[in-house]
Nanobody
Framework: QVQLVESGGGSVQAGGSLTLSCEAS????????MTWFRQSPGKEREGVAA????????YYTDSVEGRFTISQDRAKNTMYLQMNSLKPGDTAMYYC??????????????????WGQGTQVTVSS
């Protein structure tokens, strides 16, 4: 059972930066992808950045490409999301998720079987 704990959320003004962390209780070899999702009130949870744990290849959705950077420190069992040039539209609860099934769509919520509790990011204009 993998436990994920996010941290680093907060309130910033537009144009500011935040770095989120997701610490895993373990990094089993079965983890294929770890992904950051976000959800704002009344909207579906959407994936924004993903990393292939074994190879380190990263993926981003258009909404964050060029502004967000996902990374990992496997020695610390931790994944990060560096968020720059934040916009009010980035306001959401941010969740990290792990896929140990080795299948499913990258941005598909149901592909992920482990989730953190979330950390709130609020960007004011």
């Amino acid at each position: 059972q993998v436990q994920l704990v996010e941290s680093g959320g907060g309130s910033v003004q537009a144009g500011g930066s935040l770095t989120l962390s997701c610490e895993a209780s373990e990094y089993p070899s079965s983890i294929s992808f770890m992904t950051w999702f976000r959800q704002s009130p009344g909207k579906e949870r959407e994936g924004v950045a993903a990393i292939h744990v074994g190879g380190g290849v990263t993926y981003y959705t258009d909404s964050v490409e060029g502004r967000f950077t996902i990374s990992q420190d496997r020695a610390k069992n931790t994944m990060y999301l560096q968020m720059n040039s934040l916009k009010p539209g980035d306001t959401a609860m941010y969740y990290c998720a792990a896929n140990t099934r080795g299948s499913g769509g990258l941005w598909t919520r149901n592909s992920y079987n482990y989730w953190g509790q979330g950390t709130q990011v609020t960007v004011s204009s």
